[in-house]
Antibody
Framework: QVQLVESGGSAVQPGRSLRLSCAAS????????MYWVRQAPGKGLEWVAL????????DYADSVKGRFTISRDDSKNTLSLQMNSLRAEDTAVYYC???????????????WGQGTLVTVSS | EIVMTQSPATLSVSPGERVTLSCRAS??????LAWYQQKPGQAPRLLIS???TRATGVPARFSGSGSGTEFTLTISSLQSEDFAIYYC???????????FGQGTKLEIK
């Protein structure tokens, strides 16, 4: 079955960097555009980043544009999120999320990881 | 950005009751509207897409309706496992992204 396992979350100071990873199994990662979605403590969900199934196109929420970089390594079945210049408002659980449909498909997420917590605080 | 507003923020209900949750979009999203369920400590689960189409494995007691800017999620007879937070999500302005509502928490009365 589909499994997404995030890792890399931790507590960091403002301005520092962190790299999250998502290990995918049970499906052909290279066939799907993939997303990162975050959830601040006690808050709702926020789309963060998207990478096309070919890996050639990426896009970001305005709140992280210029600071975060999404990437993929299909040979290792891994999705990554490089987060630079972290701010307190980036504190959240970060999920990698798989769309229901293959290709560069609409963001209807039928599979999520368990999430990894990033805490940005001095 | 399309803003999604859910109401109420919290709803206290008894098992067996029928409940309706509301979601309003700041501009028309046609039928590009999904509902997710999230239980404590878990990732969200897709329930409804296209405003009214149940995802695979979702019980028939869940139904969605609406189009344009007004949407509802109805649970016909609440079961104990339905107490959770429900989020609506629009994907009309994809690509690239989407926006979620702030959620409605169903709690046991």
């Amino acid at each position: 079955q589909v499994q997404l396992v995030e890792s890399g979350g931790s507590a960091v100071q403002p301005g520092r960097s962190l790299r999250l990873s998502c290990a995918a199994s049970g499906f052909t990662l290279r066939s799907y555009g993939m997303y990162w979605v975050r959830q601040a403590p006690g808050k709702g969900l926020e789309w963060v980043a998207l990478i096309s199934y070919e890996g050639s196109d990426t896009d970001y929420a305005d709140s992280v544009k210029g600071r975060f970089t999404i990437s993929r390594d299909d040979s290792k079945n891994t999705l990554s999120l490089q987060m630079n210049s972290l701010r307190a408002e980036d504190t959240a659980v970060y999920y990698c999320a798989k769309p229901r449909d293959f290709g560069d498909s609409i963001p209807l997420f039928d599979n999520w990881g368990q999430g990894t917590l990033v805490t940005v605080s001095s | 950005e399309i803003v999604m507003t859910q109401s109420p923020a919290t709803l206290s209900v008894s098992p067996g009751e029928r409940v309706t949750l509301s979601c309003r979009a700041s501009q028309s999203v046609s039928s590009d509207l999904a509902w997710y369920q999230q239980k404590p400590g878990q990732a969200p689960r897709l329930l409804i897409s296209g405003a009214s189409t149940r995802a695979t494995g979702v019980p028939a007691r869940f139904s969605g309706s609406g189009s344009g800017t007004e949407f509802t999620l109805t649970i016909s007879s609440l079961q104990s496992e339905d107490f959770a937070i429900y989020y609506c999500q629009q994907y009309n302005n994809w690509p690239p992204g989407c926006t979620f509502g702030q959620g409605t928490k169903l709690e046991i009365k």
